[in-house]
């Protein structure tokens, strides 16, 4: 069963550009989380879609949004870069069926550099 | 607001010797907690799982420990083996995931 996949692996922006960045889960899992992670920060929790409808939101600007297709793919798009922005980006697919068993399978992240 | 703590940025460790990476939490809601285990240019794995109903929970050389009325969580590795060098994440779940900020781990031959 192929993992989950994020594009791109890398990327480039400079400050008051937008960028998308994709995500297709593990085939059968409804649900793709995103996590931004920093040096130091950890990885802080963005949105959680399921079923096309977005579940539970972390504490982030509205700069940041995201959807989630009918085949389970996700996109997260940022607008307005800034240079805090850059970080790695964490794509995690689960079942979605909620509660303690509902296991996150992560994708390698898409690294943004915004210059 | 850090509800979950890793206060140890790295530890290093002989081969063959015990590892314990520990994490804090705030919440008492939480009800679910794990540990991902994370190699560069890799996305984190799952490790191991603990039920906040359990104290501890074994998988090979792997234990999790949780100490509610403390509020810790512990990860346990024996023997400790080169390959587990790698970043360790704490999570824990209410409704949502929660990460604390990992703890670089060196196992040296």
């Known amino acids: 069963k192929a993992g989950v996949t994020q594009t791109p692996r890398y990327l480039i922006k400079t400050r008051g550009q937008q960028v998308t960045l994709s995500c297709s889960p593990i085939s059968g899992h409804r649900s793709v989380s995103w996590y931004q992670q920093t040096p130091g920060q950890g990885l802080q929790f963005l949105f959680e879609y399921f079923s096309e409808t977005q579940r539970n939101k972390g504490n982030f600007p509205g700069r940041f949004s995201g959807r989630q297709f009918s085949n389970s793919r996700s996109e997260m798009n940022v607008s307005t870069l800034e240079l805090g922005d850059s970080a790695l980006y964490l794509c995690?697919?689960?079942?979605?069926?909620?509660?303690?068993?509902?296991?996150?399978?992560f994708g390698p992240g898409t690294r943004l550099t915004v210059l | 607001d850090q509800q979950v703590k890793q206060n140890s940025p790295s530890l290093s460790v002989q081969e063959g010797r015990i590892s314990i990476l520990n994490c804090d939490y705030t919440?008492?809601?939480?009800?679910?907690f794990l540990w991902y285990k994370k190699y560069p240019a890799e996305g984190p794995t799952f490790l191991i799982s603990?039920?906040?109903?359990?104290d501890k929970n074994e998988d090979g050389r792997f234990t999790v420990f949780l100490n509610k009325s403390a509020k810790h969580l512990s990860l346990h590795i024996v023997p400790s083996q080169p390959g587990d060098s790698a970043v360790y994440f704490c999570a824990a779940s209410v409704n949502k995931f929660y990460f604390g900020s990992g703890t670089k781990l060196n196992v040296k031959p």
């Open positions: 995690a697919s689960s079942l979605g069926a909620g509660g303690p068993a509902d296991t996150q399978y």
């Open positions: 603990i039920s906040s109903i359990k």
């Open positions: 919440n008492s809601m939480f009800d679910y």
